[in-house]
């Protein structure tokens, strides 16, 4: 099973796809969305204006551009609201759906920023807890992908290593 904790920058992975912490727009904010945009350069900006938006626990895919990697799949997670609108299953949707476009467009390696986790203030342990288990339950059926989990801050690296730990 290829799970892999590392730190640091999403934007600079040398991977298929980069997975991006979006909004529902898709046009930019702040945070690693922020970082992404910046670093692809505008033309994701304006491939990102053509998708007319993303459903919160959807996601859509678009080209790398200036970045290494090939594809940037754009995933809108929940706001954490207290827990009673729905957020987990929406964050769990989320994790699917990008692992799904990974299978559509033939991604072997894919590298995913702690969705939600920032200024959606979703709980960390909850929210990695959830990302562990929707992507080990993939794994079972996609043998071959890789996936690695970026941390940009040491409280979440050190969450999901206990979680990969225990489990
Ligand atoms: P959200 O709005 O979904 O909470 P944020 O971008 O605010 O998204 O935060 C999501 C996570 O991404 C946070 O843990 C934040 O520290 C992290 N992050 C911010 N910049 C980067 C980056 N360049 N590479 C990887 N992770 C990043």
Same mark, same amino acid.
């Given at each position: 099973?290829?799970?892999? /904790? ?19 727009? $898709?046009?930019? !904010? ?8 910046? @670093? ?7 491939? +990102?204006?053509? $998708?007319?938006? +993303?459903?919160? !626990?959807?996601? =859509?895919?678009? %080209? !790398?551009? %200036?970045?290494? @990697? &090939? ?6 997670? *929940?706001?954490?609201? !207290? ?14 759906? +990008?692992?799904? $476009? @990974?299978?559509?467009? %033939?991604?072997?390696? /894919?590298?995913? *920023? ?8 979703? *709980?960390?342990? &909850? @929210? +990695?807890?959830?990302? /562990? ?12 992908? =890789?996936? $690695? ?5 040491? &409280? ?9 730990? =225990? =489990?």
């Amino acid at each position: 099973m290829s799970i892999e /904790i590392i730190n640091g920058d999403i934007t600079a992975l040398e991977v298929d796809a980069i997975v991006n912490a979006a909004n529902r727009s $898709l046009c930019g !904010g702040g945070g690693v969305d922020g970082a992404i945009h910046r @670093a692809a350069g505008p033309e994701l900006l304006a491939e +990102c204006r053509t $998708l007319g938006g +993303c459903d919160t !626990g959807a996601a =859509k895919i678009t %080209q !790398g551009y %200036q970045l290494a @990697a &090939k594809y940037i799949i754009h995933a809108v997670g *929940p706001v954490w609201y !207290g827990g009673n609108k729905n957020e987990e299953e929406l964050l769990r949707a989320c994790y699917r759906a +990008c692992l799904e $476009l @990974a299978k559509d467009y %033939q991604v072997e390696t /894919i590298a995913f *920023p702690a969705i939600s986790c920032g200024s959606y203030r979703f *709980p960390i342990e &909850k @929210a +990695c807890e959830i990302a /562990i288990e929707v992507i080990k339950d993939h794994l079972l059926e996609e043998r071959n992908l =890789k996936v $690695l989990l970026v941390c940009f801050e040491d &409280k979440i690296s050190r969450t999901y290593s206990r979680i990969l730990d =225990k =489990k």
